[in-house]
């Protein structure tokens, strides 16, 4: 979010993270400000792309999901970059359990995807495909969450994050 967003915007997306379900109002009483202003705030930071989406955080474990896969991968370079991009574009777009991959970097990998499964052997056929379809991605390695057996100390919430964002700027 950087220097270009002001404090009192950084305010707002905080206030939305911990509940954006507030209507107007109550953010402004929140803020201190016009609900009028808020609003105008609102349709600003949409128009910019800062808010990006509306949505809650579900209890992973009451959904039936098992397992969260952090899977880190690293390429085999030698592929042509824009046959291997078309390839793992089609890839994730075939497979709404992958709900977070990125390029990065660490010392054995420079791609990250995080899935969802609803047992381990969903997770183990989701890596056959993975495999069979994009074999020039090498699995580096691969942390599972359990939710029904590991202990969660901080769970998901984007709650925690809006705390950090306004602790940062204090």
Do not use: C, W
Request: charged letters at 30%; glycine letters at 4%; proline letters at 4%.
């Amino acid at each position: 979010m950087g220097n270009a967003v002001k404090d009192v915007e950084l305010k707002l997306v905080s206030e939305l993270m911990k509940n954006s379900r507030r209507s107007d109002r109550e953010l402004a009483r929140v803020l201190g400000l016009s609900q009028p202003t808020v609003g105008r705030m609102i349709k600003k930071l949409e128009k910019e792309g800062i808010i990006q989406g509306y949505t809650m955080i579900p209890d992973m474990n009451k959904l039936g999901i098992e397992i969260v896969a952090i899977t880190l991968v690293a390429l085999e370079h030698q592929i042509d970059p824009e046959e291997r991009m078309r390839k793992s574009r089609e890839f994730v777009e075939k497979r709404p359990n992958l709900i977070f991959v990125s390029s990065g970097r660490s010392t054995s990998s420079d791609r990250v995807a995080i899935s969802v499964h609803k047992s381990y052997s969903d997770y183990v056929k989701f890596m056959r495909e993975v495999k069979a379809e994009v074999p020039e991605y090498h699995v580096a390695d691969t942390f599972l969450l359990s939710y029904r057996s590991d202990i969660i100390l901080r769970p998901l919430s984007f709650k925690t994050l809006a705390d950090y964002l306004t602790k940062e700027k204090s």
